[in-house]
């Protein structure tokens, strides 16, 4: 028995525990789906805020790369109105063809096969880190903007600590995360409406006189620079601006929390983001342009912006420091998109094998626990690397975003010149795609090679690192599957002389109660391991297994049916085997998103049935153990062992031996 002290210390930890993350969620309640799940408004701030709060940092990049030409900002105004909406129907018709979401992997994936998925996943990935990370930075230099300088070495400091509470918060749940920062989304985007039309509705009078300027600098730029000269100008502005497009592709990739009906609602929140984004990148260029805005040390654009607009009120400190901390407040929200998305896109190649299965499992609170883990922690990394500098992650972030847009527009068009005879409105929709690959292409082009010395090269190295070690990952899985399939062949068809034996059991006899996954040549050689070791002991068997609601599962009411309906007709063939060898069978099962526990849990609930009964697991066991096994396999036996030893239940774990 554990001391009262134990129990008291235990029970004190797990309270603690739930205060921070929350209670368990009951999976079998029928509208769990409708009650985690995001309507349009709440998956504009969730998924949304990325896409939005890129207007802190895109446009900046791209008006500070004009240099004195500034009078092109009106091109840019338009350029990038064009190219949100042009890459934002292009999503939304990702969403319609692919509503289970997944965006840019899964397009990559059924388009163009599996290596171009994997390369996008991976992208997609690195992206999503970055998307905390510059989220964070930006976050950090538009509130210490406010401060003196002195302050400014404790920003870092104060970034990891935002990032901290992104990762509690999204082990939580999406939604409680996404209405916690829903009153930050709706100040910014007050304060951000009502500065940018203040702001051009005030100049209205300089309209004529500004309109005159751009026409005459626009022609001395032409003769001084040339045709070619303006046009690469332009064209690196445009190019360095890539940061404001980041964060549209996560409404496609986030479907999964969307309400039903899934693709109308994903494609509202498209209509949303991308609206917003348009008005505000674009109004924040001519806003620039009419108040002749000049960077300044410490201080963003906006901040400057705000502080030239409301200068000479009597509040005007007070609406300029509201203004710019709404902005930060909602960088920060905007890094809420990487925790949203980056675990899904790991679950996703997860389920494809390219990345460790347990990455496909949902905690208790059904969020993916080890992916929000390992984008809170690779965020932070890329945060103390950096130091938390603005212009070399967004050069890094750009990079993927745009890598990832290529492929999937160029999927897209793939998929409608292919489905040309299928597809009615073909001719209608592969020009917007083919636009978008000449858009997307050319800014990652221009991008990488523009800032390939100041980080460019370092995403690309960390891309790269992460397409070989998920292949490395499926060679490992697809060598399990061969050796796996080995066993089936030999022993998933056995053939017995034996009457089959329709007894039911006996609760007071003897009784092997084995724990099964899929119907395999694993199971079988599991049965007559039991057989051959304990000759004549067992009189029953029970099998058990655990329908486990992982990120391919749960999506609907629909597919949890299926789960189940799965699993028992699994556990039937296990039934049918074993009274062919002669033994009275029959099997339990339960639904969970912890293998450990559920199963522990049911296993207690068998034993209190058959008093005289022995757990029986197997696992799998290499000739050479490597270090990487526990990973990718998780060691799910001995887990489950150790706690049925502790609550006292005999447990005998028997080796199924690969020669790997």
């Known amino acids: 028995m554990i001391p009262n002290g134990s129990d008291e210390q235990a ?29 349009p408004l709440l998956a504009w701030i969730g998924l949304g805020a990325d896409g939005l709060s890129s207007s802190s940092y895109g446009p900046e990049e791209a008006f500070r790369a004009l240099g004195p030409h500034t009078y092109l900002a009106v091109f840019l105004a338009l350029a990038t109105s064009l190219t949100v909406f042009i890459i934002s129907y292009a ?49 950090g230099d538009a509130l210490f903007s406010f401060l003196p300088l002195g302050f400014h070495d404790y920003k870092i400091f104060f970034e ?38 203040y702001g051009i509705l005030s100049h209205l009078p300089q309209i004529v006189p500004v309109v005159q300027s751009i026409k005459g600098n626009f022609n001395i730029g032409l003769s001084s620079l040339g045709g070619l000269g303006m046009l690469a100008l332009f064209l690196r502005a445009y190019s360095l601006g890539g940061g404001t497009y980041t964060g549209i592709e996560a409404v496609s990739n986030g479907l999964q929390i969307m309400r039903e009906p899934k693709v109308q609602t994903g494609k509202r929140t498209m209509l949303y983001m991308s609206t917003s984004l348009a008005f505000t990148a674009s109004g924040l260029f001519l806003c620039y ?26 509040i005007g400190y007070i609406l300029a420091l509201v203004t710019i901390l709404s902005e930060g407040a909602l960088l920060f929200v905007g890094a809420q998109t990487g925790f949203i998305d980056g675990p899904r896109v790991m679950a996703n190649m997860a389920i494809d094998s ?34 938390g500098k603005i212009s070399n992650l967004v050069v890094m972030y750009a990079i993927n975003v745009f890598m990832t847009f290529s492929i999937s527009e160029i999927g897209m068009s793939t998929y409608f010149i292919k489905n040309r005879k299928r597809e009615v409105y073909w001719k209608k929709h592969l020009p917007v795609h083919m ?37 490395l990952i499926r060679r490992h899985y697809n060598n399990v599957k ?30 092997a109660i084995q724990l099964v996954s899929d119907y395999s040549g694993f199971g079988a050689h599991t049965i007559l391991s039991v057989i051959r070791n304990f000759p004549n002991l067992y009189k029953n068997f029970i099998f058990a297994s655990v329908a486990v609601v992982d990120s391919g599962s749960f999506k609907g009411a629909e597919e949890m049916k299926n789960l189940e309906e799965s699993v028992k007709a699994t556990l039937q063939k296990y039934v049918d085997l074993a009274r062919s060898l002669g033994f009275a069978a029959d099997y339990r099962m339960a ?14 609930d068998i034993k209190a049935e058959f008093h005289r009964s022995t757990v029986f697991t197997g696992k799998l066991t290499f000739r050479h153990e490597k270090f990487y096994h526990k990973m990718l396999h998780n060691e799910t036996a001995f887990a489950i062992q150790r706690q049925l030893h502790w609550d006292e239940i005999t447990s005998v774990t028997l080796p199924i031996r690969l020669d790997l």
């Open 160 to 197: 990891l600590f935002l990032i901290a509470v992104l990762i509690i918060m999204n082990i939580r749940g999406v939604k409680e995360s996404v209405t916690m920062l829903a009153p930050i989304f709706i100040v910014f985007v007050l304060t951000h409406v009502f500065m940018i039309g």
């Open 435 to 471: 636009t978008g690959f000449v858009l997307c292409f050319t800014i990652l082009i221009i991008t990488s090679y523009e800032k390939f010395r100041e980080g460019g090269w370092m995403t690309l190295l960390i891309t790269a690192a992460f397409v070989t070690i998920c292949y």
């Open 91 to 139: 999503y939304s018709r990702i969403i319609e063809h692919f509503p289970h979401g997944g965006g840019g992997y899964i397009v990559a994936t059924h388009t163009l096969g599996s290596k171009a998925g994997v390369v996008s996943g991976s992208a997609l990935l690195v992206d999503y880190m970055l998307t905390i990370t510059v989220s964070i930075a930006a976050c």
């Open 11 to 39: 029970s004190l930890i797990e309270k603690l525990r739930q205060t921070v993350i929350g209670a368990p969620r009951n999976i079998k309640d029928p509208s769990i789906f409708h009650k985690i799940s995001l309507v």
């Open 354 to 387: 390219w990345f460790p299965h347990r990455f496909a499992a949902l905690s208790e609170r059904l969020t993916m626990q080890n992916g929000v883990l390992l984008m809170g922690g690779a965020s932070i990394f890329l945060l103390l690397y950096t130091g």
């Open 289 to 314: 342009l009419l108040l002749k805005v000049t960077p300044g040390t410490g201080k963003t654009l906006n901040t400057i912006l705000a502080n030239a607009l409301y200068g000479n009120w009597s």
């Open 591 to 604: 639904v969970g998103t912890d293998v450990v526990e559920t199963a522990t849990l049911l296993c207690k």
């Open 482 to 511: 061969k050796a796996v399939r080995k066993l089936d062949e030999l022993l998933t068809d056995i053939s017995t002389s034996h009457e089959a034996n329709m007894d039911p059991v006996n609760p007071r006899e003897m009784t």
